[in-house]
């Protein structure tokens, strides 16, 4: 059985209310959430979240009932992880053993419909302990990336062995962008953290990997959505 997550916690310093505010006619958690319900693929969908009127919305959507998340996972400071473990063992209480555990980010609307089957076809293919999306860092950390002396001064973070002058002689680098997660459950249920076994990246172009974590990034995104939409409305 494959399941398909999302996580929605209700408070949000950066854009207040951000995940149930509305981008281009619905909810932002609904570009995702209705990416994994329209998906043949996925068996089973989930909302953890501490927001009621998230939770009653996702419920209406047919989406499995968890209840609301609990206190010690509402912080600022609660980490993935132990959201989704949660999760994980709430969906295994009530429908019985998962096979893949994939997450999608509800603040990386961009993100396409085939981006989700892709990414299960590859973690289908390689099997690795998790596969999380990724895209080339517009900054790279062994040539413009930099961090200062104990006497202030300047160098570039990762210093090589041999002077680079040009980014395209610099190792190539990824920015997590934390769109779209898929999991093997027996890997989510043992570790504690993202990294601890064999994590393989998904390479997603950069314009599908934006996240929406201030009112700048909201608006950047409802523009770069009114753009595409208006792009698929001339071609049509």
């Known amino acids: 059985m494959i399941v398909g997550h999302i996580g929605a916690r209700k408070g949000s310093k950066g854009v207040p209310g951000k995940n149930f505010r509305m981008l281009q006619g619905k909810p932002l958690i609904d570009w995702s959430l209705d990416q994994l319900l329209n998906n043949s693929r996925i068996d089973a969908v989930v909302v953890s979240t501490d927001d009621q009127e998230i939770y009653q919305h996702a419920c209406a959507k047919d989406t499995v009932d968890i209840g609301l998340r609990p206190a010690e996972l509402c912080t600022d400071t609660a ?13 295994e209480a009530k429908l019985g053993e998962v096979s893949i555990f994939v997450d999608l980010d509800c603040t990386a609307p961009l993100r396409w419909d085939s981006d989700v089957d892709a990414a299960l076809d590859q973690f289908i293919a390689q099997r690795p302990d998790m596969l999380m999306s990724c895209c080339s860092a517009r900054k790279n950390p062994y040539f413009n990336l930099l961090e200062t002396d104990p006497d202030g001064s300047l160098h570039v973070s990762k210093p090589l062995g041999h002077l680079v002058v040009a980014r395209q002689q610099a190792p190539v680098v990824y920015e997590h962008a934390g769109g779209t997660y898929v999991l093997d459950p027996a890997y989510l249920k043992s570790a504690s953290s993202l990294f601890e076994g064999r994590v393989l990246p998904y390479i997603m172009p950069p314009e599908r990997c934006a996240d929406i974590d201030s009112e700048l990034d ?5 523009l770069l959505m009114a753009e595409q939409e208006n792009s698929a409305n001339r071609g049509s």
Do not use: D, G
């Open 218 to 222: 909201f608006k950047i995104v409802a």
């Open 79 to 91: 980490a993935k992880w132990p959201v989704w473990q949660h999760s994980l063992a709430a969906v």
